[in-house]
Each structure stands twice: as C-alpha cells, then as structure tokens.
C-alpha cells in the first residue's frame, strides 16, 4: 500500500469548491494533469463510471465507489487479479475563510506498494497541479481563453504555499 495526499485552503465556500470538484468534465480546464474525464453516468454517484486520460499514462476506467453529496467522492481503477488498484478520494471541509479541499490517492493490492513508489514524482507532481488549479479555479472562476493552460496552471502552483 502507498498513500499520497495534497489539501489546499479555498478562499472560497465549501459548495463553490464541490461544485468545480464534482463537475470532473471540466477538471482539464483548470490542470494540466487532466487531458479528458469522461463521465460515463451523470451525477456523480455511487456505481457511477468514468474513463480519466493524463499525459504519460494510459486512459484509465474508474468506479466510484463513495459519495457523500457537497463533501466528497471516491472513486477506483485497477488492473486485474488484484494486482494493482487505485482508490483516489477527493475530499471539502469547510474552514473559518472558506474551504479545505483533500486529494489523496492510494495505491492497494499485490503491486500496490511498487506501483506507488514508481510513481511518486509523477504523483506528487499531478496532485500539487490539481490543488493548485481547483483553488484558483474555485477562487476565480474559468481562466482568461487567451491565457494557455500550462502558464494559468504554473501560476497557480506557486502561489501555493
């Protein structure tokens, strides 16, 4: 088993943050780690499914598996015979000034433990790119079109704590 884990306070109230968060066809307009999620069944809910793409992966297919509705969703991909499964919840909890959002992923199964390990930096990497984007997405609404994706996205990451 291997977790990783990223949370980020929101300037902004816990349902605008569930908002960008649970509407996931639109997560690769504020991260670069996201080409396309496709959701294949609408809400998000329990039993739902989704096909995520990111750069330097294969597309993966995901069940989700938790939901608690304004607060958080979990959902799962894996390969067969429990050799490696991928369990990512997302996750907000309102603060004093707003928000905490939490994205931790964790890796389970045979595999699990080297998987992980094997991919921490592009992990780590893709989590500080998603907290980074859902707190300035949440914070300021859609980017400027004219504005690439890769330089609204680097911004927000260094205004990161």
Do not use: C
């Amino acid at each position: 088993m291997r977790d990783f884990s990223i949370s980020v306070d929101v300037n902004a109230s816990p349902e605008r943050v569930w908002e960008v968060m649970a509407d996931a066809d639109r997560w690769r307009e504020w991260t670069s780690s996201i080409t396309s999620v496709e959701l294949l069944d609408k809400p998000i809910a329990v039993g739902g499914r989704a096909v995520v793409r990111q750069p330097e992966l294969p597309p993966a297919k995901f069940k989700i598996t938790a939901v608690e509705p304004g607060r958080s969703f979990t959902w799962a991909t894996g390969y067969p015979a429990g050799l490696v499964y991928m369990h990512a919840k997302h996750t907000v909890k309102p603060t004093p000034t707003g928000a905490r959002a939490e994205l931790v992923p964790r890796f389970d199964g045979l595999l699990g433990g080297v998987m992980g390990k094997k991919m921490a930096e592009l992990n780590n990497r893709y989590l500080k790119m998603e907290a980074a984007g859902l707190k300035r997405f949440s914070e300021e609404g859609p980017r400027d079109p004219g504005v690439p994706l890769e330089q609204w996205s680097a911004e927000a990451q260094r205004r990161l704590p």
